[in-house]
């Protein structure tokens, strides 16, 4: 199987498990608060980095790429997405902490500004009349 669809089978099966812990969050009652996105923005990058790092050249474990891609792209993908922006930054850091800090600033700052943004036009064009 190629690359590409054992990455969408991960993006799949990590898509449902975050949707699992949503539900299982409500269950709780705890939705006044995103606990359900923190919980999973920290297993994911929990899951990224000892998966990464397990199965990288050095590491213990040596797998396929397409497993690795599969966890790591797919399954870490579909359940969230900060789960790369953490392993990435860690990188940086590891090389410049400069850079590492610089990239998770901006990261906050403009996708902060870029979801304001999209939400300021979908109201803008949710005033619009038609016609």
Do not use: K
Not at 22 to 38: A, H, I, K, M, Q
């Amino acid at each position: 199987m190629r690359i590409w669809a054992w990455v969408a089978v991960g993006s799949a099966l990590g898509g449902g498990v975050r949707f699992v812990a949503r539900d299982l969050f409500e269950l709780l009652g705890t939705l006044s608060f995103p606990w359900d996105t923190l919980f999973v923005n920290i297993t994911g990058s929990l899951l990224i980095g000892f998966f990464a790092t397990l199965t990288e050249p050095d590491g213990r474990l040596m797998l396929p790429t397409h497993i690795r891609q599969f966890v790591m792209t797919g399954f870490c993908g579909g359940y969230t997405t900060f789960s790369i922006l953490s392993l990435e930054s860690l990188a940086l850091i590891e090389r410049s902490p400069w850079l590492g800090g610089l990239n998770l600033a901006l990261t906050a700052l403009t996708c902060l500004l870029a979801v304001w943004c999209g939400h300021m036009l979908a109201r803008r064009l949710n005033q619009l009349t038609w016609g």
